[in-house]
């Protein structure tokens, strides 16, 4: 019987053991390396510190998550919790080529619930060229030593986890732009009129709960407030680089009442506009 660990090839295998005051405050590598699986290699644990983030450069894998097989092909990337059961691996077949970081973090966890990656750890559509950019770029940053390389191995990690986000938030499809894209565009330039949730629905081509629930996955927030917070973001630029009156300016970033204005300008930024202005300005 063929050891499929011993025909397996690990042309990159890092260990780093972080110090305590990078753990705290920065993403950091607890093992990372590049894969050549030998056909049939797997991994399966009950429970492993930290969070893998795998990125299939070619070939297929599974990988099994809650209990559930997802299948992965070149151009994936597979993000789970390796503190919960887990397992991956390849068939007879094709194995995979792989890239992994195996990261822990502030806030992965929190991270890991707004991918979805529970139900979903796989996530396809990822910018490939800068995903394994990150990849070589950590890679030659931990062979430097983690302690001088470890705001930058932090940098590249939090890098990686964007891309993450874009590609599950913003899918492309046979469509063109994902649906959420056209309602962004316009709130941006027209952040100054109403907006009604049932018409940036219709918009997006679909039904208002729908739209709301996509929205808030994808934003952290309704699509109501975001538009609060952009018309705000305005205000700030007219507040700092003007001396327009501040009735003004509620009326020119979609405000019709001055002092509803000021409440939500302090309920956001925690000072009224003119505070605002007089810290912005230095007076």
């Not at 894969?35 to 991994?43: E, F, I, N, S, T």
């Not at 030593?145 to 470890?150: K, N, P, R």
């Not at 891309?163 to 565009?185: K, M, N, S, T, W």
């Not at 208002?208 to 109501?224: D, E, K, Q, V």
Request: aromatic share 10%; net charge positive.
């Amino acid at each position: 019987m063929r050891d499929v660990r011993r025909l397996t090839d690990f042309p990159v295998s890092l260990y780093v053991t972080p110090s305590a005051l990078h753990s705290e405050i920065f993403y950091t590598v607890l093992r990372a390396g590049h894969l050549r699986a030998a056909a049939g290699y797997g991994v399966k644990r009950d429970h492993f510190p930290g969070y893998e983030l795998i990125y299939c450069l070619r070939g297929n894998a599974f990988v099994k998550v809650a209990g559930v097989r997802h299948e992965v092909s070149e151009g994936d990337l597979v993000l789970f919790n390796c503190h919960h059961p887990h397992e991956h691996g390849t068939g007879e077949q094709d194995p995979w080529e792989a890239y992994w970081v195996r990261i822990e973090g502030p806030k992965l966890e929190r991270m890991c619930s707004i991918l979805s990656v529970e139900q979903a750890p796989v996530v396809s559509g990822i910018a490939e060229n800068a995903v394994i950019a990150c990849y070589q770029t950590i890679f030659k940053l931990l062979q430097l030593g983690e302690g001088e390389a470890a705001p930058l191995v932090h940098a590249e990690v939090a890098r990686l986890l964007a891309l993450a986000c874009c590609a599950r938030q913003f899918p492309a499809d046979e469509h063109g732009p994902a649906p959420l894209r056209p309602v962004i565009d316009l709130m941006r330039s027209a952040y100054f009129e109403p907006h009604r949730v049932e018409d940036l629905a219709a918009l997006a081509g679909m039904s208002a709960p729908h739209f709301t629930r996509l929205f808030r996955r994808a934003f952290g927030t309704s699509p109501i407030d975001w538009l609060r917070r952009e018309r705000i973001n305005q205000a700030k630029r007219r507040l700092g680089e003007t001396a327009d009156p501040i009735e003004w300016i509620a009326g020119q970033v979609g405000y019709h009442d001055r002092f509803f204005f000021s409440k939500d300008f302090k309920r956001i930024t925690g000072m009224t506009p003119r505070e605002f202005r007089r810290r912005e300005q230095g007076r």
